[in-house]
């Protein structure tokens, strides 16, 4: 089975500060893994996958997640946060079927 | 334009009635998918289909039922049986396994008045 942690369901960055989203998870076979991010009702709108190719995967907007696969992390940053990256994220597992985390609010302060 | 619709975008709802929530696809998608979505809890599978006339219960089948008689169409009916139905409902698909991408239509907000 397959499950992903999301650790902090709340994160504020500056605006211009690194933001850094912490995802963790659990597969006993080589996973599927996604970024996903959810504006106020809204749909969910893929951010990037990651599918063994490579273990640093560029997204939209800026974003990128490096597969750690000793730590078992998929971690999701961008360099420099503005203020239209304030939204819900949420980390995800594929196997037999999705598994999403919890959810990462992310605050941007100006 | 491909991508997924989900009518309608609001919907309120007496206690006790039925409502069936809207999703079609244009993306050519085997695969649908039926999520409930609270605050602070994540997205929840309600119900699966990864082919026409058949589909599979998620975590949460319990107050709810579709029915997958077109490959574009994935309707979802919250019954009076569903006992605590005000949520954020999020349609879903993805071309064939599990392992692929899922794309979400644009969600419903459900209200029992």
């Known amino acids: 089975a397959q499950s992903v942690t999301q650790l902090g369901s709340h994160v504020s960055v500056s605006e211009g500060a690194l933001v850094l989203l912490r995802c963790n998870y659990s597969s006993s076979v080589p996973p599927y893994l996604f970024w996903y991010v959810q504006y106020p009702n809204q749909g969910l709108q893929l951010l990037l996958k990651?599918?063994?190719?490579?273990?640093l995967v560029k997204g939209i907007n800026g974003f990128e997640a490096e597969f750690k696969k000793s730590e078992t992390s998929f971690h999701l940053t961008k360099p420099s946060a503005h203020m239209s990256d304030a939204a819900e994220y949420f980390c995800?597992?594929?196997?037999?079927?999705?598994?999403f985390g919890t959810g990462t609010s992310l605050t941007v302060i100006p | 334009d491909g991508g997924i619709t989900q009518s309608p975008k609001y919907l309120f709802r007496k206690e006790g009635q039925n409502v069936t929530l809207s999703c079609e696809q244009n993306l050519n998608h085997d695969a649908m998918y039926w999520y409930r979505q609270d605050p602070g809890q994540g997205l929840r599978l309600i119900y699966y289909s990864q082919i026409v006339n058949d589909f599979q219960k998620g975590d949460i089948a319990e107050g709810y039922s579709v029915s997958r008689e077109k490959k574009e169409s994935f309707p979802l009916t919250v019954t009076s049986a569903q006992k605590n139905p005000t949520a954020f409902y999020l349609c879903?698909?993805?071309?064939?396994?599990?392992?692929?991408?899922?794309?979400f239509g644009p969600g419903t907000r459900l209200t029992v008045l």
């Open positions: 879903a698909s993805s071309p064939w396994r599990s392992t692929d991408t899922q794309y």
């Open positions: 990651y599918t063994s190719a490579a273990t």
């Open positions: 995800a597992v594929s196997g037999d079927q999705f598994y």
